[in-house]
């Protein structure tokens, strides 16, 4: 056994360096889990930021706990990644640490592609947790919508809300769990699954059908008024969606190119006549992907070369776990074993 858990990865041995993203209790995330077992040996640790710094009441807790560990861990270094000008300006003004990197830079660009194969079924899909913050109702005056939702039971009542206020939509993930119910080995167990499946309508769809789903569809949707950078915003246009968002704080305009984006106002019929507007424009799929993908890429290479120069900062001989270049190939948000992240270079998973 490895020990416990974190969301972090190790991204260089010399000088150390680690990745991972904030977390409720946890707001310098990895340096906050690994800080102990490190003590005063010299890490880097650089912060994906999750829900927005532009919110003053979580900037200013962030800020607290990265001024606590700087006076209790001089050796370490921690630099969160914002991810809107605007969150680096306001950290970088408090004093704090802080690099443009935005968060969706991970987005996974092989999975979420233009599949010309899959019919469009849809004019518009939103892809976002059955959670209040997301605002689902105001997808209701859409015609032709469809929903991808994670965590359906996490605000008990509210799937049922959306339910109401949208029953026209399609629940892709209940259309999954009712054409591919759960089947494991045993048959007390399957009649389990089935039964608990069956109640609660929903299984969790892997990222080739999330993708799927968003290449049945026209326009992508975003619709909270805060969150963080959502990923989703992203993979929408790597699928050849071009995107209808509200005003929003946390950094998901980042890739967002005018021509392929309406920000509409906070009202379903304002969000219906730009999710029209963008279905008449009738946008060639290959080239909303062509545009965010150059910006990605070239963000990407950004931070490569933010983590080559943290190693010139620390006068030593860089050694990487990874080349940069194919940092992206797998995952930056990886749950990795503490005793993993600590173990000598030839050890690094």
Known sequence: ??????????????????????????????????????????????????????????????????????AAFPAHRVVFLCNSERELFLMQRDGVAAILCNHNIVANDAVFTVDRTVPKRFDAIYNGRMMAYKRHALARAVGSV????????VEPGYLDGVRAALPHAAFL???????????????RAAALANRLLGARGYVKLPPPEVARALNAARVGLCLSAEEGAMVASLEYLLCGLPVVSTRSIGGREFFFDPEHTIVADDE?????????????????????????????????????????????????EPRFDHPLERLFAESLMVRTPIARLLAPAGAAP
């Open 1 to 70: 056994m490895d020990g416990p858990l974190i969301w972090a990865r190790r991204l260089a041995t010399s000088p150390l360096v680690f990745i991972g993203p904030d977390q409720p209790g946890w707001p310098l995330g990895p340096a906050d889990q690994l800080a102990g077992h490190l003590a005063a040996q010299p890490a880097w640790s650089l912060v994906f930021v999750t829900a927005s710094l532009e919110n003053d009441a979580r900037r200013e807790a962030a800020a607290a706990a990265w001024r606590r560990h700087r």
């Open 146 to 153: 469809a929903l991808v939702y994670y965590d359906a039971e």
């Open 173 to 187: 993930n209940a259309e999954a769990a009712r054409a591919a119910p759960a089947r494991p080995r045993h048959a």
């Open 268 to 316: 379903p019929g304002a969000i219906a006549a730009a999710v029209a507007e963008l279905v008449r424009r009738d946008l060639d799929p290959a080239e909303v992907r062509a545009r965010a993908l150059w910006k990605l890429r070239h963000e990407r290479a950004k931070f490569a070369a933010f983590v080559r120069a943290i190693a010139g900062e620390a006068g030593v």
